[in-house]
């Protein structure tokens, strides 16, 4: 794999954020630009990363309030349509026009915003468990532990903490698979505790809509109409539904597959056999047609 260079550009609203970007090959390739999901990182994308690199260049944002990007004054901008400004600007200072967007959840609405206001910027698209339809099960969950803090003493006991959280997300996880978790989610503070690695007040803007219903984004999915599309579904998803999954394919067209990933939830890890085999399908798409 080739390594990675710390990047770093400045919001709209002056904020200083962080990305990775692994060197690709010189072939002429749409670059990968990797989208976390809502308490993710540019972390999150290391075993995608660990497999592509090399051959694809990857580009892996923090989003403001995770990891090494600055903590946003304002709670109120950890929205997605400012997110998307924050992405723009990036790809304004990278000269980056056109690109392959593989979003995870919340980075999954944001390659929906990129396919509604610049469609022409994407070479292709994955959208990895999400959709203009969400669960009530799932959002009830997310919202459960997001903005919750957490400390622990050591980097086992932050993996034993996931696993009790997330057993039924990835019920075939090992300890050593929960530890490479943990290292992705969590850092260690100054006082040599292992905490959450993201601004706990993230969780204001959620909280503050409640159940109110958002955009319809249904709409969305026929501008990904001609792309070369990728739909990921974890067989044991609360947050996307099967009957969701299959209308957008339906909406998306021709250019748009779906991968039921089993004896996963909310959200396969992209490491996955059946998950690798897609990615590759999908890439395979954008670059032969």
């Known amino acids: 794999m080739s390594g990675y260079k710390d990047g770093y550009w400045w919001s709209p609203d002056g904020l200083r954020l962080h990305y990775r970007d692994y060197d690709g090959g010189d072939d002429g390739r749409p670059p990968l630009l990797c989208l976390p999901g809502l308490t993710r990182n540019a972390r999150d994308f290391e075993p995608l990363a ?4 090399g051959e694809w260049r990857l580009i892996c944002p ?7 990007s600055a903590y946003a004054k304002d709670a109120m901008t950890y929205v997605p349509l400012t997110y998307l400004q924050d992405i723009s600007r990036l790809l304004a200072d990278l000269a980056i026009t ?38 009530d099960a799932g959002l009830a969950r997310i919202r459960s532990y997001v ?72 709409p969305v999915m026929q501008a990904f109409r001609g792309i070369p599309t990728l739909l990921l579904r974890g067989e044991r998803s609360d947050l996307l539904s099967a009957a ?33 085999a897609a990615v590759d399908r999908l890439l395979s798409r954008v670059l032969h047609g």
Do not use: C
């Open 50 to 53: 660990g497999r592509l690199a």
């Open 98 to 135: 056109r690109f392959v967007a593989i979003g995870t959840s919340l980075g999954g609405i944001i390659t929906m915003l990129i396919a509604a206001t610049q469609r022409e910027w994407l070479a292709g698209a994955l959208l990895n468990d999400v959709g203009p339809a969400l669960d």
């Open 147 to 218: 903005g919750v803090g957490q400390s622990h003493p050591t980097w086992v006991h932050a993996a034993r903490a996931l696993a009790e959280g997330n057993a039924d997300v990835y019920p075939g996880y090992d300890l050593e698979q929960w530890i490479a978790m943990a290292k992705r989610l969590y850092r260690l503070n100054s006082g040599g505790r292992v905490v959450l690695d993201y601004d706990m007040k993230i969780a204001e803007p959620i909280r503050a809509m409640g159940s109110e219903a958002g955009v319809d984004m249904w």
């Open 62 to 68: 923090d989003m403001r309030g995770r990891a090494e």
């Open 244 to 276: 969701s999954a299959d209308r957008m394919v339906r909406d998306m067209g021709k250019g748009a597959e779906l991968a039921t990933i089993p004896h996963v939830g909310h959200a396969p890890a992209l490491d996955e056999p059946e998950s690798v």
